[in-house]
Each structure stands twice: as structure tokens, then as C-alpha cells.
């Protein structure tokens, strides 16, 4: 027994594991038998590796807990695709062992690889179209998105016309409560005129876009009622929209296979040239308008 075949079963043994709890907790009849299946494939893994290494069934329950714990709060797709990315490089590593096997050994562990790509090419993408979470990521998305780079813009053109955090947090969420009605609107057309076959129900677009939003705004607001600096209340509602923009990115780059690095620069740059841009029309109107002798 070498160390590789017993990482090799551990991590199909743990696999296994993660399948048949997470089919136990599957309240959706197809979901569930998809799972099942899973759970079944990894089983039959777990007896070839094992047949090499010994027993080889220990794993980490905290592990096992937080892949759970993930289902449960962000969906079974970005669950298993967090998982899956793994097991991407584990199909790696099979076909480099492919070159010590012979036989029947060597046409089992072709089986395996082919089961492995299968998961990741058809079943989870089926999965994907079944979830309701996924199916309303790009309204999600759109919410968070939106909100971030409009209040950051407003927060920013307030940083530069007045020095009074309260009118740029009041501001801030009289701006953001309208825009989330509005988009909310749009996401209802959206979705009502977006073709039979995206199956997506207008009033839970409506109501996820503007939940999404009114959350963002919410949490970019708050600081300014928190302090009376008007650079601290700022960087730390643009630390927030940092934040939120990279875990809104992040989750959608594993539903949806895309680049996270690419994605967030090109989004936190999106939601900077909007801030400066935003700052140098506040100092702007404040120097015309005397705005920030007023009030600041």
C-alpha cells in the first residue's frame, strides 16, 4: 500500500459520505435520486481503492458538517460544485496512476474517470437547472450588484459635497429603497417576458432583486449612523462593497465555471471609477451650490 492509493480512498470513502447525507436531507424526489446515484458511484470507487489500501474509512466530520452546513444556507449546486473542483484535480491524478495499472485494474480506473466527468459535465449541470437558488442567481446578482455601485456612487458624492454623515446615510437608503422598486420592477418584466422556456416565476424575480438590493443598501448605509467621520464611515461602506462584491463573485463563479479573479477586478474597478467619478461631481455641486456650507 502506498500513501497515494490511501489518499485515493479516503477521499472517495468521504465522497460517499457526503452523497448519502446529502441525499438524506434531499427534499426534491429528482435531486434526491441524482444524489443517490452519486452516493452508489463512490461506493464502488471507495471498494477499489480499497482493495489496495485497506481500510480506509475515517474523514472529517467538521468537513463533513460545513459542506452540509453550506447545502442548507447557499443550495445543493454550489455545494457540489465547491466539491467537484477537487475531484477535478483527483481525476488528474487518476490518469497519471492509469500508467502502474494492467488489465483489469487498468479498465476499472477508466470507469472510475469516466464516472467522475460524467459528474461534472452532465449530472451537475442538470442539477443546476432544477434548483431554484441557481435558477435566480442573475436576479441575485443583478440586486447586489447594482446596489453596490449606485449607493457607493451616492455615499462617494456626498463624501464630496457635505461632511455630515447622517445626510449621506439618509441619503443613501431614500436612493437605495426607490432604486430597489425600480428594479424590482424591471426584474419583473424581465423575467415575465423572458421566454416560456426560463420557467422563472416574475414575482420571485421581483421580490429576490429587491431583497438583494435592499439588503445592500442596508449594509452599505449603516456605517454612516455609526460614526461621525465622514472618511471612516466611507472606507468602511466601501470595505462592505468590497466584501460583498467578492462573495456574491465568488459563489457565482462556482455555479457558473466562471473566472472569480476576473470577474471581481472587473467589478470592484466598475464600482472605484464610479466612486471617484461620483466624489468629483459632489465637490463640484458643492462648490457651486454653497451646499457644503450649509449643511457640513
Not at 127 to 140: H, P, Q
Not at 193 to 211: D, W
Not at 259 to 281: M, R
Request: net charge negative; hydrophobic share 45%; with cysteine.
Amino acid at each position: 500500500m502506498s500513501q497515494v492509493e490511501y489518499e485515493f480512498c479516503r477521499d472517495e470513502y468521504f465522497d460517499y459520505i457526503v452523497y448519502r447525507e446529502l441525499a438524506k436531507i434531499e427534499g426534491n424526489s429528482e435531486l434526491k435520486s441524482i444524489l443517490e446515484e452519486f452516493s452508489e458511484q463512490e461506493r464502488k470507487h471507495y471498494e477499489f481503492w480499497k482493495s489496495f489500501s485497506g481500510d480506509c474509512s475515517g474523514y472529517s466530520r467538521l468537513k463533513l458538517f460545513l459542506l452540509i452546513l453550506s447545502r442548507r444556507i447557499l443550495g445543493l449546486t454550489f455545494t457540489l460544485k465547491l466539491l467537484e473542483r477537487h475531484e477535478s484535480r483527483v481525476i488528474e491524478s487518476y490518469k497519471l496512476y492509469l500508467n502502474r495499472l494492467n488489465g483489469e485494474a487498468r479498465s476499472k480506473l477508466e470507469e472510475i474517470i469516466r464516472d467522475e466527468i460524467t459528474h461534472e459535465k452532465s449530472w451537475l449541470d442538470e442539477m443546476a437547472e432544477k434548483e431554484s437558488i441557481v435558477k435566480y442567481l442573475g436576479f441575485i446578482a443583478l440586486g447586489l450588484a447594482d446596489a453596490i455601485v449606485e449607493i457607493t456612487g451616492t455615499h462617494a458624492g456626498f463624501l464630496g459635497a457635505t461632511e455630515v454623515t447622517l445626510v449621506a446615510g439618509v441619503a443613501g437608503l431614500i436612493v437605495g429603497l426607490s432604486a430597489a422598486i425600480s428594479m424590482s420592477g424591471a426584474a419583473y418584466l424581465q423575467a415575465k417576458h423572458g421566454g416560456l422556456e426560463e420557467k422563472l416565476r416574475p414575482n420571485v424575480s421581483a421580490l429576490t432583486t429587491g431583497i438583494a438590493y435592499i439588503i445592500a443598501v442596508i449594509l452599505l448605509a449603516l456605517p454612516y449612523f455609526l460614526t461621525k467621520s465622514m472618511i471612516i464611515a466611507f472606507t468602511t461602506s466601501l470595505i462592505v462593497a468590497l466584501i460583498l462584491i467578492a462573495l456574491f463573485t465568488f459563489y457565482g463563479s462556482i455555479v457558473r465555471d466562471r473566472d472569480f479573479k476576473k470577474e471581481f477586478i472587473e467589478t470592484t474597478l466598475i464600482l472605484l471609477a464610479t466612486a471617484i467619478a461620483s466624489f468629483l461631481f459632489g465637490v463640484i455641486i458643492g462648490e457651486i451650490t454653497g451646499i457644503r456650507g450649509l449643511i457640513g
